[in-house]
């Protein structure tokens, strides 16, 4: 069975970098940054404190923190509580009834179709916004906005790997994998799909993109992958020195570790590129509606996309847009047909929960059997 591994602790060294470097400022309090605990971050208000606003999220707060930050600059009086999610618990929340949680005001998430079932199903409200320019795919019936462009990349230690080895394109890393099965054996990481929301919809939008998905699926299987729940765990695997491959990193994770991590290289692969927005909505129970709606409005402003474009690397307006800016930050060449996320009904497609269950059963008798 193909090794399935816990999170670490390791993000405390990376938000003390943050704190050092002055990214992070005093008020921002942090507990252990462990997304299975739901652990909360909380962001004093900049003068005397009138509300709370309360987001549940699955960003990292290495790249949500900016942005948190960015709104309070125009909201001082607004004190932030930031509690970390991984994707399907955080769906999970959201659509029960116990009582026994807050109810958040905002959710942030990178599985975009889990989002659109929860605005189908009725668990959200709609927003009016005032921002302009954005593409017509980043919303959804003013429910769900999409906020960054995140394409799926693939991340290598050039400390081991060859250069003829770099892997340039999904074929290239089937290759790779299929020549050298025991030099790889335990050295590639990527997603558990049967637990990550983002995981899961990177292989299903694959599947319909390439008629090799199945075949890298084998690949994988063959060198027993290891799989994690989150992109963050799969670059720690990396730093240790675990893996020497990490397939389907979300790329704004990536950007933020290479200038950390200068042997960590990206790959945008040169066939096609998957990309996933980080959606937000405000739930229909929320407490503090209009206050999300502000929020909402901040980060799809102009000011609010300028800080998401540094945090998560590409914003939906501007860079987000453009493939030769997409080019210029991720270093790449030659990148392969971007495939931009979808928001609506087609999302669906595979959360049918009889389709969901064929799929993921067939994808782990391949990679973890």
């Known amino acids: 069975m193909a090794n399935r591994q816990k999170p670490k602790s390791w993000r405390v060294t990376l938000c003390a970098i943050l704190f050092a470097g002055g990214l992070l400022p005093d008020r921002v309090c942090l507990a252990d940054q462990s997304k299975s605990t ?25 790249a ?7 709104f309070q600059d125009e909201f001082p009086d607004v004190e932030v509580q930031y509690r970390l999610y991984q994707t399907v618990p955080l769906y999970q929340d959201a659509i029960s009834q116990s009582g026994e949680k807050p109810v958040a005001d905002l959710l942030v998430s990178s599985a975009m179709d889990l ?3 929860l605005a189908n199903d009725g668990y959200v ?37 060859r250069p003829d080895e770099i892997p340039k394109s999904h074929q290239d890393l089937i290759r790779l994998l299929e020549r050298s099965p025991d030099r790889f054996r335990g050295k590639v990481a990527t ?33 027993k992958a290891q799989l994690f729940c989150c992109t ?6 990396l730093v240790r020195g675990d893996a020497f491959i ?18 960590l290289k990206i790959v945008l692969p040169e066939d096609y590129v998957v990309a996933a927005a980080r959606t937000i909505v405000i739930p229909r129970r929320a407490a503090h509606p209009m206050l999300a709606r502000n929020f909402v409005n901040y980060v799809l402003s102009e000011s609010g996309q300028a800080v998401v474009a540094k945090a998560f690397g590409l914003s939906v307006t501007g860079l987000g847009t453009d493939r030769e800016q997409m080019k210029t930050r991720y270093l790449a060449d030659k990148p392969g047909v971007l495939s931009f996320p979808t928001l609506g009904l087609p ?20 990679v973890s059997p």
Do not use: C
């Not at 003068?47 to 699955?58: D, E, N």
């Not at 963050?232 to 695997?237: C, F, N, P, R």
């Not at 990490?246 to 042997?263: E, M, R, T």
């Open 38 to 62: 739901n652990e909360l971050v909380i962001f004093r208000a900049q003068s005397g404190q009138t509300t709370t606003l309360l987001i549940h999220g699955t960003a990292d707060i290495s």
């Open 64 to 70: 949500m923190g900016p942005v948190i930050l960015g």
């Open 246 to 263: 990490a397939y389907d990193v979300l790329g704004s994770y990536a950007l933020q570790h290479i200038s950390l991590q200068p042997n």
């Open 125 to 161: 409200q709609q927003a009016s916004i005032t921002a302009r320019g954005l593409p017509d795919w980043a919303i959804w019936r003013n429910e769900i906005f999409g906020f960054t462009l995140e394409p799926a990349v693939i991340v290598y230690n050039s400390d081991v790997l």
């Open 191 to 223: 997603y558990d799909i049967g637990v990550s929301g983002v995981g899961y919809l990177f292989a299903t939008t694959e599947s319909m993109l390439s008629a090799n998905f199945w075949r890298l699926a084998h690949a994988l299987g063959t060198v």
């Open 115 to 117: 989002q659109v079932k």
């Open 232 to 237: 963050e765990d799969m670059i720690a695997s």
């Open 347 to 366: 999302a669906l497609t595979y959360l049918d929960l009889i389709k969901r269950e064929q799929f993921v059963k067939a994808w782990q008798q391949i």
